[in-house]
């Protein structure tokens, strides 16, 4: 079904930073396949996040959609996990 665009109401992003499971102390005792679980769980949940607060942000505009939207996942040393989304409103 088609939906054509009204109006654009801007550009929305969102930022999330986590502490990275495999850089804690556990990770050296529990193994590279139970830090691999937790991270990837982890990631899966703040996409989760990210997406929830663009669709608020997006909602909040007075919009009904996320156009163009992009998930990215970067590590950044001390500063763990940090997990950005971005889109159009």
Do not use: C
């Not at 942000?57 to 763990?80: M, W």
């Amino acid at each position: 079904e088609n939906h054509d665009i009204i109006r654009y109401h801007g550009f929305i992003d969102e930022l999330i930073v986590s502490a990275d499971p495999e850089h804690r102390w556990q990770g050296l005792i529990s193994g590279a396949r139970k830090t691999n679980e937790s991270r990837q769980l982890l990631f899966y949940k703040m996409e989760g996040q990210v997406q929830r607060s663009l669709s608020r942000k997006a909602t909040q505009l007075g919009g009904n959609a996320v156009i163009g939207y992009r998930f990215e996942i970067d590590f950044e040393g001390s500063h763990g996990v940090i997990a950005r989304g971005y889109g159009t409103a």
